[in-house]
């Protein structure tokens, strides 16, 4: 199996970076509450094969990862890269979207000032923390 390392970003924000299949597939697992039999017969296929994906003894068909990416939300691209189906495709960078100041400011001159900006900035780096996992800044 080749591992393949990849790291997503979200508006300037890391997200969870699945450097191997089975880092994903427990991280899946953990946050859906599911036992490995469960997951298996979530997406259609018997224990013992979800049980080899998580050794690394296997991969997902890419049927399955299909299947993956509908339970997970992960696209099926990066499900793909995981499991060694296709290669990793470079994502365009997280700058191609303004930062939420320079947005306002434009959208909002004449209703936000810059306290109410700052404000709503670390609101919105307070949710990403709490959706991310990341600490509160």
């Known amino acids: 199996m080749t591992v393949v390392r990849t790291q997503e970003y979200n508006n300037g924000m890391n997200v969870p970076d699945y450097t191997h299949l089975t880092t ?3 991280e899946l697992m953990r946050r859906r509450g599911l036992l490995p039999s469960h997951l298996a017969a979530e997406i259609g296929i018997s224990h013992s094969t979800v049980s080899r994906w998580l050794k ?3 991969v ?3 049927k399955s990862c299909q299947k993956l990416a509908e339970c997970s939300g992960v696209p099926l691209q990066k499900i793909l890269s995981l499991s060694g189906h296709v290669p990793v495709i470079a994502e365009s960078p997280a700058n191609s979207w303004p930062e939420f100041r320079e947005y306002a400011q434009q959208k909002y ?3 936000l000032d810059e306290d109410l900006i700052t404000l709503i900035e670390r609101l919105i780096e307070q949710r990403r923390g709490r ?3 990341g600490g509160d800044s």
Do not use: A, C, M, V
Request: net charge negative.
């Open 56 to 58: 690394g003894q296997d």
């Open 60 to 62: 997902p068909s890419t």
């Open 24 to 26: 994903f597939l427990r």
């Open 109 to 111: 001159s004449n209703e």
């Open 131 to 133: 959706i991310y996992g």
